[in-house]
């Protein structure tokens, strides 16, 4: 199944999208509405966040970090898990040097670190995003799955994650429903403290 690598893959892309410079936000709302045939990831109901990421066309390189990382197992539990997967192209914002670096063995746990900041516990859609931003007046925390906090706000109709070290994620492409949660695929590698 190609869960498990799609989530590793939105790991990796996470942890390598806070490398880069980006930290304005996103324009416009491009994710939440893509078309199916143009869509990062499928909906499966009976298909695991791990499956789904490594079956996805554009999150290879979250999949193979998820594999990398150890994290297809966890990714295909039972959860509920919330994962904002970068996509390809948020891995390519990340320079060659580091992304190289977390896919070497000795560096499988900060791959790991990078890729949980992407997890939140819990199965959390875009409305439910939406509501906790509001009900805290325009800013939520989300606790990631490695403990530390992870920011949601919006930017018009698009929900913008900012990590701990200050780089920002816009969701492209919002409630990919799985078995065991949901992906929201982002055009960021998310960088957590380390």
């Not at 806070?18 to 996103?26: E, L, Q, R």
């Not at 709302?29 to 490594?54: N, V, W």
Request: charged share 15%.
């Amino acid at each position: 199944m190609k869960t498990p690598l799609i989530l590793t893959a939105a790991a990796a892309a996470l942890a390598l999208a806070g490398c880069g410079s980006k930290s304005d936000a996103p324009a416009a709302d491009t994710a939440t509405t893509a078309p199916a045939a143009e869509t990062a990831a499928a909906t499966s109901a009976t298909t695991t966040i791990a499956a789904g990421i490594a079956a996805s066309p554009t999150l290879k390189t979250l999949a193979t970090s998820v594999e990398a990382a150890g994290l297809a197992e966890t990714l295909s539990g039972a959860g509920p898990f919330t994962v904002f997967a970068p996509a390809d192209a948020a891995f390519a914002q990340v320079s060659p040097v580091t992304r190289d670096g977390w896919m070497r063995p000795a560096q499988k746990d900060v791959l790991a670190g990078v890729l949980k900041y992407h997890v939140v516990p819990g199965r959390l859609t875009a409305a439910d995003l939406d509501a906790q931003i509001k009900a805290a007046g325009g800013k939520a925390v989300l606790k990631t799955a490695d403990g530390q906090d992870l920011t949601a706000s919006k930017s018009g109709d698009t929900i913008i994650l900012t990590s701990a070290s200050g780089n920002k994620a816009a969701v492209t492409q919002a409630d990919v429903g799985q078995a065991n949660g949901v992906i929201h695929v982002v055009d960021a590698v998310l960088v957590p403290k380390m």
